[in-house]
Every structure is written in C-alpha cells, then in structure tokens.
C-alpha cells in the first residue's frame, strides 16, 4: 500500500477510478428518485381517478350505489387493487374494508391494518363527499417497495461489479504507467552514471510516451553535441593559444637580453600585436557564444537587406580589387526580414572575406541577393579552388582549416559564426560546387519582399 500511495500512476489510475465510482453512485441515486417520483405520481394519479368516479356515482345514485361499487371493486382478486373506507364525522367508519383512521383530506401517507400481514403503510386520499361523509381510496406501497428494492439491488450489484473491474483496470493502468515512465527514468539513471550516449527506449506504438522519448533522445543529442563541442572547443583554444603565447613569451625572454630603445619599442610593438591576436580570438568565441544562446533575439527589428548588401558590395569592392580579386554584385531590391543588422552585415562580410582569404588572385567573386520562394539568399560564389565535398560539412565547426589554409591568417570561426548567425534568424548555411570554385548560400526567411 505505501508503494502504491508513493507513486504517481497508481495515485493517479486509483483517483480516476474513485471519481468514476462517485459519479456512478450519484447517477444512480437520481436514476433511483426519479423512478420513486415516478411511480408515486403514477400511483397518485390513479388514486385521484378513483376517487372522482366513486364521488360521482355518490353524487349521481346516492350512498347505497357507492357502498356497492365498493363492494364490487374490494372483491377483485386484482394484485394491484385499492382499498376504500367510508367515514362519518365522528371517525367511525361506515363502509369500506380499509382499517385505519379517518384522514385529513388530501394525499397522505398512511398506517393501515393489514387482515394478513398486520400493521403497514400506503398511499391515500381523501375527499368529502358530503358535509358529513368523507372518502379515502388508498392503495398498498407493497409494490412500489419492492420496485425500489428490486432497482437497489440491481444498482449495488452493478455498483461493486463496476468497483471491482475500475480497481482492476486502476491497477493495470498503473502498472503500465508505471513500467513506461520507469523505462524513461532508467534511461535518464544509465546517463546521469555516465553512459551520455545512451538514450530513452521507444516502442513501435507511437504513443505520448514514445513520443516523449523521441523528443528527451533529440535533447540528449544536443547536449551531447554541446559537451563534445565544449571538449573540443577547449583543445582547440589551448592548441591555438599556445603557439601564439609561447612566441610572445619567446620575444619578450629576447628582448630581456637586448639592449636599446629601438629594439625594445619593436619587441614590445610585437608583443602587443600577438596578444591582439589572442584577444581577438577570445573576442570571436564570445560573440558565437552569444550569438547561439539567443541573446540577441530581442534586438531584431526590421532590416532592409537589399541595403545591407548594398553598402557591403560597395565598401568591399575597394579592398577586393587591391588584393588583386574582383567583386561582382546583383542585389534585388526592396528586401526586407526581421533580425539583427549588425549580426547579418558581420555575417555577410565574413563570406566576402573568406573568400577573397582563400582564393587565388585573380579570382571574381560575386555577390548576389534574391528572394527564393519564403526565402532570401545571399550567395557569395568564386571560381577559386573550391572545397571538397567531404570537407564542407567541416568548414563550419570552430577552429577547423582546411591543409591548404593553415598559411592564412585566422582561427576557423568566421563560418561558424556565419553558421550561428543563420540559425538565430531560422535559416541556414549551404555550400555548393561551382564549377570551379565555391558557392556559399546564407537562406534567411523572408518578412515581405517588394520590387
């Protein structure tokens, strides 16, 4: 019992099944007045129609013709006859085979004696037939008694039979209650031991529960993919920050043995340069952090993109152009989505870059911006060396550069912050072959789009 009232599912099944029960009881209970009512006024009825006829043959024929009908009618063997008594104004009763005292007028109920059974009960009514002479036809409870019996018998054999089986099914439901959430907590118990691969089991059903665990299973692979990130992301930073510390330890411990002004203010310039390198790192990891936690939903706002992309192709350009690349652009016009500005622009410069880092010069880079459907692309594509299929999957997670790209300067986080960026706004990052090159396609929802 204590196992039970401890757990949840066998509170629960028993709680519906009580309930069940109550409401069954109280739907008997009105079934059962309503019925007694019935019958009662049915029986009430038939006593007032009695009663006008032997009052209208007194009025029509007189006394002797009433002591006659009522001879006639107490003679029937009928089960379900009435009984009458005439009374004089002093309560002596002068005609009828009903023994009791004279009533007041009206319906009542009332104590008869019974020739076989002795004292009992039944249903009455008494009208006067004259100043002096006053009618009572009644009519023995005995059946109706025994229809309530009858019905209470009926409804308390029901009643425990439905009892029976809700306690029955309250104990099936709760064992299966039972045995399906101690197979999510299992599996939650197997985890929080150490096993993070492990997951939630599903039935074929497809039922609350399974679906439940499909979503903890889509959960716990996040969260794996989270730790795995978070381990990774933590070899990497120690990898990446201990070439450029150990280089500028490596320049001061030199400048410790020089001597001179001059060679000091270089060491220090160069001192100062590296550890921008690694501030401008961290900077990066924290803005992707940001960016995939969802802080900045809350500055969205209305964004013209045509514009966005606009002043980006033309401030580009310049620099693109010194660095012996061309930049092409096709922007529709009159694009406009709901998100950040700062972090679209900083995402579509992070494409310009990326692919002006790795190409060849001489390469023609495009920039265009079109509405697809429900969607706005911006494309950046190249007809520069392109990525493998097999590493384009990879280009996006932090701190990953390709062989050929380990000479450029960088840390492998402008993708992934593109790819952060994408998601926040409910898009997503897409490279493709371009025969030659790369084409990398950021797809944003659309808000409305004019021309």
């Not at 519906?16 to 009662?40: D, N, Q, W």
């Not at 310009?352 to 079109?370: D, S």
């Amino acid at each position: 019992m204590t196992r039970w009232r401890a757990s949840a599912a066998y509170r629960l099944a028993i709680g519906y099944s009580a309930a069940l029960a109550v409401g069954m009881a109280a739907i008997g209970a009105i079934v059962f007045l309503a019925m007694h009512v019935a019958f009662t006024r049915q029986l009430d009825a038939t006593i007032a129609d009695e009663s006008r006829t032997l009052a209208t043959e007194y009025r029509s024929d007189g006394g002797g013709e009433l002591s006659d009908a009522i001879a006639q009618r107490e003679s029937s063997r009928s089960p379900a006859r009435l009984m009458y008594a005439v009374f004089a104004p002093d309560g002596r009763r002068i005609d009828g085979a009903l023994r009791t005292a004279r009533p007041e007028l009206g319906f009542h109920d009332i104590a008869f004696i019974d020739p076989r059974e002795g004292p009992d009960s039944a249903r009455g009514l008494a009208i006067d037939l004259s100043p002096g002479e006053r009618l009572l036809v009644a009519a023995d409870r005995e059946w109706i008694e025994r229809i309530d019996r009858t019905i209470l018998t009926v409804f308390a054999a029901g009643f425990v039979g439905l009892c029976l089986l809700g306690f029955g099914g309250a104990m099936l439901f709760g064992a299966y209650l039972r045995r399906r959430l101690q197979s999510i907590s299992d599996g939650a118990e197997a985890i929080i031991a150490g096993d993070v691969r492990g997951r939630m089991t599903v039935s074929p059903r497809g039922d609350e529960f399974d679906q439940l665990a499909r979503t903890l299973n889509r959960m716990l692979a996040r969260i794996e993919q989270l730790l795995e990130n978070l381990r990774q992301v933590s070899t990497d930073i120690a990898h990446d920050l201990r070439t450029p510390l150990a280089a500028l330890r490596n320049r001061l411990e030199h400048g410790v043995n020089k001597v001179g002004a001059a060679a000091n203010h270089k060491i220090i310039r160069d001192a100062i340069a590296r550890v921008d390198e690694v501030l401008a790192l961290f900077s990066a990891i924290l803005r992707i952090a940001e960016v995939e936690s969802g802080e900045t939903r809350r500055f969205f706002e209305d964004v013209d993109i045509s514009a966005l992309a606009l002043d980006l192709a033309q401030s580009y350009a310049p620099a693109i152009r010194d660095r012996g690349r061309n930049l092409l652009w096709s922007i529709e016009p009159g694009l406009t989505m709901t998100g950040d500005r700062e972090l679209i622009a900083q995402a579509a410069a992070n494409l310009l870059e990326n692919a002006q880092c790795h190409t060849p010069q001489g390469t023609l880079i495009r920039l265009t911006l079109v509405a697809v459907g429900d969607c706005i692309c911006l494309q950046v594509n190249d007809n520069g060396p392109g990525v493998d299929k097999a590493d384009r999957r990879r280009i996006v997670e932090r701190f990953q550069r390709l062989d050929r790209s380990r000479n450029t300067p960088g840390h492998g986080l402008g993708l992934n912050l593109v790819s952060a960026v994408a998601k926040i706004h409910g898009g997503r990052l897409i490279f493709k072959d371009n025969g030659p090159g790369l084409v990398a396609i950021l797809e944003l929802p659309q808000v409305s789009a004019t021309a």
